[in-house]
């Protein structure tokens, strides 16, 4: 599925960023890119975690609900792209490399959740 790799790497860039601004070192390792952003995503939710006080109350189990969460969004986004791609694709003269998708993250503190549009 070439659009949930695709997300995984604009996910992948957001991490970097949020790394780079907050001085939090991004890990890479000899696995592979996908163990890569899983590993620094659940050290990327911790740190939120422990960042906001509106989170006090939440261990760090809700790190890896917050990660399942993700790559659900990212998923559905996914399918959500493919179907509608090829029906632009069909319909319209353009071609698929022309169809562009950013997405953007943000955090509720409140929930500890990563929302994805």
């Not at 992948?12 to 991004?26: I, P």
């Not at 590993?39 to 939440?58: A, E, I």
């Not at 993700?70 to 998923?75: A, C, D, K, N, S």
């Amino acid at each position: 599925m070439p659009y949930l790799e695709q997300f995984m790497q604009q996910w992948k860039a957001y991490l970097l960023s949020e790394f780079t601004v907050y001085g939090l070192d991004y890990n890479e390792t000899d696995s592979s890119e996908d163990f890569d952003i899983k590993t620094n995503s659940l050290v990327y939710f911790g740190w939120l975690r422990r960042t906001f006080q509106s989170t006090n109350n939440m261990d760090k189990s809700r790190d890896d609900v917050v990660w399942i969460m993700l790559e659900r969004q990212l998923r559905e986004l996914a399918k959500k792209a493919e179907k509608g791609s090829a029906n632009l694709v069909s319909k319209m003269c353009f071609d698929e490399r022309q169809i562009q998708i950013i997405l953007n993250f943000s955090y509720d503190d409140e929930q500890h959740i990563i929302y994805v549009s």
